[in-house]
């Protein structure tokens, strides 16, 4: 199979290899230090579970993330530019990462060394798992034969449909982050206090606030039963996306949490697929996030979308 155009995805958008290479997405992979100096690609020179292991052995460690070069993204324009496809490059938001910027520096390089290459880079306006379902969409897209101007038509709307919806372990990275000063993290985590949040449009938002794991938890389910209820659509409209951070069994238990809650407001779920979160977003919020991505599916989308779109 050799589609006129292939998906190409910063490493933010944390689907795992081998879902990548099913899908035939090419990943240009973030770098990780833990000493400021020395970076190594996430997922290739150090592996989720190592990173994770070094975020909880070492707590006041703060790890950093540092965006691919133009030189990255350029190996893999190229290596496409030589197969005779054009290309779709998805990246982090660029309110989180210059990961854009790198990305059309590449770009232009590729412009001069393969003219009759398009290459076109958007910005998703997300991270981690909604940028896992919007990339994921669009290679249902691809797949179903959609041009590569039809699937451009439809990222505005499917950016405006997406959500990231999670909670935090502790409060200790958003205040090392400067999200929350320290008086109100050292309060918050004395009392058990834990955020939930809503990521839209690229901006950070408030959605409440539980005290203790499991109630933190719940209050994520609901956020998204809430959200599926105001956009008048079922979780069938909706690539939905469970992410946990350090421990697998808590992936496992929201995915039992969620697929007993979504039974009891829409039916049985057969699919809820969970992946673990990248350094990307856990730099910033910790070893221990757990939520959701989603994005609508391009044909329950109700806007204006090519028809070309719904085929599948």
């Known amino acids: 199979m050799n589609p006129e155009f292939c998906i190409v995805s910063d490493g933010s958008c944390d689907i795992p290899e081998a879902l990548a290479k099913e899908n035939d997405i090419d990943i240009v992979h973030f770098l990780v230090s833990f000493n400021g100096s020395d970076y190594q690609k996430e997922g290739v020179e150090l592996e989720l579970p190592e990173f994770y292991q070094q ?21 893999v324009f190229k290596k496409r530019a030589e197969k005779g496809q054009d290309i779709l490059c998805i990246c982090i938001s660029t309110k989180l990462s210059s990961s854009v910027q790198s990305a059309e520096i590449a770009r232009q390089m590729l412009a001069e060394s393969y003219p009759d290459t398009r290459a076109v880079v958007v910005d998703s306006l997300c991270c981690t798992l909604m940028q896992s379902a919007f990339v994921l969409e669009l290679c249902r897209m691809r797949d179903a034969g959609c041009s590569l101007d039809e699937v451009l038509g439809a990222v505005d709307a499917l950016r405006k449909s997406g959500r990231i919806l999670f909670t935090v372990g502790d409060l200790n990275y958003l205040q090392h982050g400067g999200r929350i000063g320290k008086v109100a993290g050292i309060a918050g985590n004395l009392l058990d206090l834990k955020p939930l949040i809503t990521l839209e ?31 008048n659509c079922t979780p069938d409209d909706c690539n939905i996306l469970i992410g946990y ?65 719904g085929r599948a």
Do not use: C
């Not at 975020?55 to 190996?75: I, L, N, R, W």
């Not at 995915?255 to 856990?282: D, N, V």
């Open 55 to 75: 975020m909880v052995s070492y707590p006041d460690v703060y790890p950093k993330t540092a965006a691919p070069s133009p030189e990255d993204f350029y190996a």
């Open 201 to 231: 449009d690229g901006e950070i938002h408030s959605s409440g606030i539980r005290r203790g794991r499991r109630k933190s938890l719940a209050g994520v389910v609901e956020l998204l039963v809430s959200y599926l209820k105001e956009q």
């Open 245 to 309: 951070g350090y421990n697998p069994k808590e992936g496992i238990l929201l995915q039992e949490m969620t697929r007993k809650r979504l039974a009891e407001e829409f039916g049985p779920q057969s699919t809820l697929p969970a992946f673990q979160i990248g350094a990307t977003i856990a730099v910033h919020a910790g070893p221990y996030s757990i939520g959701y991505g989603l994005v609508h599916r391009s044909d329950r989308l109700k806007s204006n979308i090519p028809q070309q779109a």
